[in-house]
C-alpha cells in the first residue's frame, strides 16, 4: 500500500508541471529568456584596428582608441543579437604623429566634418557554431552603407566574483572610395595608398552583475 501511495504521488507531481508541446517543462523557457545579456563594450578589450597597403610594398595599421557601445547576445536565439558603436574618429592612432594630422585631414577622414564613425546591426543570423553573420549599417566620413560580417565568437562566460564577459572577432575589407575617403591630394591614386582597407575587430563587452 505505501509503495502504491509513492507511485500516486509521484505520478500526481509530474501531472502539475505545465509542459509546452515539445514536452519541455516551463522552466526551460525562463532559461532561453535569461540568456538573453547586454555587455557594454570594453575599451580595455577591445581592439578596433585597420589595415592599408601603401607604395604596394608596406601594410600599415591604425588603431581608434576612443569608442562606447553595447551588445546584446544570446547563444539560443540569434535573432535576439544586436550591436551599436560609435567611435571617435579623432583618436585614431597610426603611432606616427605626421600620418595621423593627414588622415584626420579633410583629403581622408575630416574629422572636424565627421566627427564619428558607426556601425548599427539590423540583423543577424546564425552561420554555423559559434558563427554569425551580422547585417548593418556602417558609417564612415558621412557616408552609410550596409555591411554584412561573418563574427565569431572567442567566448561567453560568467565569472563568479569577477564579472560577466564576452568576445567575439571579425575581420572584413572595404573600399574607402564608396565611403568618400579619397586622399585625392595625398594619395590620388591607388599605387600610394590601396582602396581596399582590412578591418579587424576584437570586441570585448563587459556585463554589470552587481
Not at 509542459?19 to 540568456?35: F, R, Y
Not at 556602417?138 to 565569472?159: F, Q, S, Y
Request: net charge neutral; aromatic share 8%; hydrophobic share 40%.
Amino acid at each position: 500500500m505505501k509503495k502504491m501511495m509513492r507511485v500516486a504521488t509521484a505520478l500526481a507531481a509530474l501531472a502539475a508541471v505545465p509542459l509546452h508541446s515539445s514536452g519541455t517543462p516551463q522552466l526551460a523557457s525562463k532559461v532561453l529568456v535569461n540568456d538573453v545579456k547586454t555587455y557594454e563594450i570594453s575599451r580595455l578589450y577591445t581592439t578596433l584596428s585597420f589595415t592599408a597597403t601603401k607604395w604596394m610594398v608596406f601594410k600599415e595599421e591604425g588603431v581608434f582608441q576612443e569608442f562606447n557601445g553595447t551588445m546584446t547576445y544570446s547563444a539560443a536565439d540569434p535573432a535576439k543579437c544586436k550591436i551599436d558603436v560609435t567611435v571617435q574618429a579623432a583618436s585614431l592612432d597610426t603611432r606616427s604623429p605626421g600620418r595621423d594630422k593627414v588622415l584626420r585631414s579633410d583629403d581622408f577622414f575630416d574629422v572636424e566634418k565627421f566627427p564619428t564613425l558607426s556601425f548599427h546591426s539590423t540583423k543577424v543570423t546564425s552561420n554555423g557554431a559559434d558563427s554569425y553573420e551580422v547585417q548593418g549599417d556602417l558609417t564612415i566620413h558621412g557616408v552609410t552603407k550596409t555591411a554584412n560580417v561573418l563574427v565569431k565568437l572567442i567566448g561567453a562566460r560568467l565569472m563568479p566574483g569577477i564579472g560577466d564577459f564576452a568576445g567575439f572577432e571579425t575581420t572584413f575589407t572595404i573600399d574607402r572610395r564608396e565611403f568618400g575617403v579619397l586622399g585625392t591630394r595625398w594619395s590620388g591614386n591607388s599605387v600610394a595608398i590601396d582602396p581596399t582597407v582590412t578591418i579587424h575587430l576584437l570586441i570585448g563587452g563587459v556585463r554589470d552583475t552587481k
